[in-house]
């Protein structure tokens, strides 16, 4: 009984990913109305397209746009996985899978940009630097995405073991 309270506890109300469906909407709808169109085109301009007095693109109209493409790559990766998990497991095992997935990609990926890469600049070409050490990056990310991984996969355990109670 337990449980069953709990669960539907954390299926009630709007979810996160509701809120920002339900904010996209209104979003949407507002293009439509000139005057928001208006605001959001100069707030677009000033943040993405401001420039200084020789013309050329300000650091941070560039920096502005980097974490905007960011964030938006995040999203469509992550996000778009998540979403598609999450309508047929619910919140929390969709949760649990999505990152489970994502720091075994990202163990994968990085384990094979040690090995193989980079394919730049020769290690001996750059002073200080040996074969390891420039590797050092990458051998950092695939053992956290490693801790990252076993804890999502201990999680999901734990929340298989706890719904079969």
């Known amino acids: 009984m ?7 506890r954390d299926e009630s109300g709007l979810t996160g990913l509701e809120k920002l469906g339900i904010a996209a909407i209104i979003i949407s709808f507002l293009a439509f109305i000139p005057a928001a169109r208006g605001l959001l085109g100069d707030v677009y301009t000033t943040l993405f397209k401001s420039v200084d ?38 919140k929390r095992l969709g949760l649990l ?10 163990t994968i990926g990085s384990m ?9 600049l020769r290690p001996s070409s750059v002073q200080g630097l040996g074969s390891i ?11 956290a995405s490693l801790i990252l991984f076993i804890m999502f996969i201990v999680a999901l355990d734990k929340y298989e073991n706890e719904t079969d109670i």
């Open 2 to 8: 337990r449980l069953a309270h709990r669960v539907h």
């Open 53 to 90: 007095e020789s013309g050329a693109t300000t650091a941070f109209s560039i920096a502005a746009r980097g974490i905007l493409v960011a964030i938006a790559s995040f999203v469509a990766l992550v996000g778009t996985g998540f979403l598609l998990v999450y309508t047929n497991l619910g």
């Open 97 to 106: 899978v999505t990152g489970a997935a994502l720091f075994g990609w990202l």
């Open 112 to 120: 094979l940009f040690v090995v193989y890469a980079p394919r730049g």
């Open 133 to 143: 050490e420039i590797r050092i990056p990458a051998m950092g990310l695939t053992v």
